[in-house]
Every structure is written in C-alpha cells, then in structure tokens.
C-alpha cells in the first residue's frame, strides 16, 4: 500500500511516523508512506497556501490551487482521495478495514478555518472526521486513519491483527488482562486465569467483555 499526506505541516507526522509502529510497517515494505508539503506545490515566492473567505469572518481559508496541483500529481487511476473534515463521515472500525483493502490513499488535511469548498468535487474526495470535538488542524485525525489503518495490512502485527479484528467485530470491550505477579497490593489475578482450564478461561473472558460492555457502551450491543 502507499499512503500520501498532504499538509503544510509535514514534520508532524514524519515524527509520529519515525516513533510509532508506522516505523515498523515502512521498514518492513508493508506500506510505503508520504508526507507531502503543500507549499511545494504554491508559485508564489511567499508560498501562500491560504487566504481570506469570501463573504467575511475571521481566519484564513486554504486556497484550492495547491491541494488540487498535490492531489492531480500524486494521484493514479487507483487512489482513493480523503480528506479530514469535522464535517465527514465519522471514522471507526469498518473503514479502517474497508482503506486496509486499497492499494493508494491520499490523504488531506485541512488548517485554519477550512477548506475552500472547491477542493472536494475537483480531486473526488470523500470526507472522513475522527469524531465530534474540535481540533486544530487535521494531520492528528490523519495520522488516526493511518495508524488504524497500517496495524491491518498483512505481516504488520505479525498476524495477530486478524484474530484481534475478529473479537472486535463482535462488537463487545475486550475482557480484563493480568501478568505477574499474582498477587500486587493484595489484589490477586482471578484464580481461573491460573486454572489451566482453556474453556473456562474463555467462558469467564466472554462473560467478562459482555458485562463491560453493558456498563460502559450498552450502545454497542443494540
Ligand atoms: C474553529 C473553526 N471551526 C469553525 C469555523 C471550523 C474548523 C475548521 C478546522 C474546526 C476544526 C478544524 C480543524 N479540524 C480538522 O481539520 C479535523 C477534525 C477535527 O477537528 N475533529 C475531528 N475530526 C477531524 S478531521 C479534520
């Protein structure tokens, strides 16, 4: 897979990337990953990316010129275009596997006030957003997809992955973790986890994930 970022911040993400298990995927050949600087793609001698919206009102706007130039020359017929917006279509699990099955995302994140509106129809891009809170720039909620997204691809977590994805996808918390020692600050670690009984340890971490998840994210199971 080959992921672009587009951004007028690159050296956020090439850091998130240099220190996370994105370092790992790329070493690995798994994913080869972009950061790609907006302003190379302005012809200015300022290297303006922004500029005032129309109608009035504070902050900037991030002018279409450049976005548009990025995405035509980095984009081939297989690309899939997304651009990070408060307004997109929340991200969650079923669309980190849905961009896992893609050969070519790319990736726009927004600064200052916006985007102009322009940009969407031109590069056919989707909007993605990380959930409902407000941010100040969309590499963070990019570098969310990417990550979500990476863990997946075959060979990265060195198999795990899919086991994982599988008690995910049934929709419940995960169940309760212990290591040693057995006993920390008189908590003890449950005694079945120590019975060497495989059906009843995974009895009780079934019954476990369900009541967590009637708890604390009931809307999980409706
Ligand atoms: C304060 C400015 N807002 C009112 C005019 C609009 C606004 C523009 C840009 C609000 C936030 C941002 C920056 N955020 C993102 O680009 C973003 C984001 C987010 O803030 N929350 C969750 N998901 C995403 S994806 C991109």
Redesign the pocket.
């Known amino acids: 897979m080959r992921i672009d970022v587009l951004t007028v911040f690159p050296a956020m993400l090439d850091g998130f990337i240099r220190e996370s298990m994105l370092k790992r995927a790329v070493a690995l050949g798994k994913v080869s990953l972009h950061t790609v600087d907006l302003r190379d793609f302005t012809d200015d001698v300022h290297r303006t990316t922004d500029d005032r919206p129309y109608g009035g009102g ?2 900037m706007v991030m002018k279409p010129e450049p976005i548009v130039a990025a995405v035509e020359a980095i984009r081939t017929a297989h690309s899939r275009v997304i651009l ?3 307004q ?1 279509q929340v991200f969650g699990q079923g669309m980190a596997r849905a961009l896992a099955e893609e050969s070519h995302l790319i990736f726009i ?6 985007i102009d509106e322009r940009v969407r129809g031109l590069v056919s891009a989707e909007e ?11 590499v963070l ?2 570098a969310v997809v990417v990550d979500a997204v990476v863990r997946l691809l075959p060979g990265v977590l060195g198999g795990e992955g899919a086991t994982e994805e599988e008690s995910f996808s049934e929709g419940l918390l995960e169940y309760p973790q212990y290591t040693r020692p057995v006993e920390y600050r008189g908590l003890r670690v449950p005694e079945v986890l120590r019975s060497g009984n495989h059906a009843a340890v995974a009895a009780w971490r079934r019954e476990q994930a369900e009541a967590r998840t009637r708890e604390r994210r009931n809307d999980l199971l409706q």
């Open positions: 504070p902050g990070m917006s408060p997109g994140c927004g600064h200052y006030e916006g993605l957003s990380i959930g409902d809170y407000v941010l100040t720039n969309g909620p990019a």
